[in-house]
């Protein structure tokens, strides 16, 4: 079975917690506020509109109806689904819940599929695959608004990007492919932005060696492309 699950969290960084969880399976969608037991910035409050305010009276993930369901769903037939997978699991695993079966990124399969594309945010992706022409339709028949950065808006958005990338590719390969590193072949920001990576190391290899020295926080598939390409 597969399981879309998609976190609102207090930040991005490793003291960081859950503060709202959405979860799809093929019988049931489930949204809850989590107390993180640490406070909301604001900076995270301006992305998902969750407040401190809002949490006080939640259980904490522990406590919560969402950690009762995963426990029952974490099994190795299952299928977690997420846009961003590795950063949804380390969320779980500081709650003590390691994922036992496969894993589906959409992230990385996008960038591997479809790797010309000038993004691959789950938003970008909602209006470069035209998903907003299906996605009234798709959120009404299930009772869920359309509300990005909600996370059960979110995990649907995400199942709809599944469907998308299903036609390119088997349920097979894109474990395979979520398992792996995608070498990408552009620079998605910076002074080379869209800049193809091959020709930065050449011309100016010192600016990636910059990136890489410079940007603890870069996500995985650049750093391996980026080190891929300098090694020639």
């Known amino acids: 079975m597969l399981v879309f699950i998609d976190t609102e969290t207090t930040g991005v960084e490793v003291k960081d917690k859950i503060c709202a969880l959405g979860l799809i399976t093929d019988s049931e969608l489930h949204f809850e506020l989590i107390n993180p037991g640490k406070k909301i910035p604001p900076s995270a409050s301006a992305i998902h509109h969750i407040t401190n305010e809002m949490v006080k009276e939640a259980p904490s993930f522990s406590e919560s109806i969402s950690a009762q369901k995963l426990e029952t769903l974490n099994t190795p037939e299952n299928i977690l689904v997420s846009h961003n997978a590795p950063f949804e699991l380390s969320m779980l695993q500081k709650e003590g819940i390691a994922w036992q079966g496969s894993v589906i990124d959409t992230l990385k399969c996008a960038k591997s599929l479809m790797d010309d594309l000038e993004g691959y945010s789950l938003q970008f992706l909602r209006y470069e695959l035209r998903l907003y022409r299906e996605e009234e339709a798709v959120f009404e028949s299930v009772g869920v608004p359309i509300t990005p950065h909600h996370a059960l808006?979110?995990?649907?958005?995400?199942?709809?990007?599944?469907?998308?990338?299903?036609?390119?590719?088997?349920?097979?390969?894109?474990?395979?492919?979520?398992?792996?590193?995608?070498?990408?072949?552009?620079?998605?920001?910076?002074?080379?932005?869209?800049?193809?990576?091959?020709?930065?190391?050449?011309?100016?290899p010192g600016y990636l060696k910059w990136m890489l020295e410079s940007l603890m926080d870069m996500d995985e598939d650049l750093r391996y492309s980026i080190e891929f390409y300098l090694r020639g």
């Open 153 to 204: 808006s979110d995990a649907l958005h995400t199942r709809m990007v599944l469907d998308y990338l299903l036609d390119l590719a088997d349920r097979d390969r894109l474990i395979e492919i979520s398992k792996s590193y995608v070498l990408l072949s552009r620079l998605p920001f910076g002074k080379y932005a869209k800049k193809r990576i091959e020709e930065i190391a050449l011309k100016d």
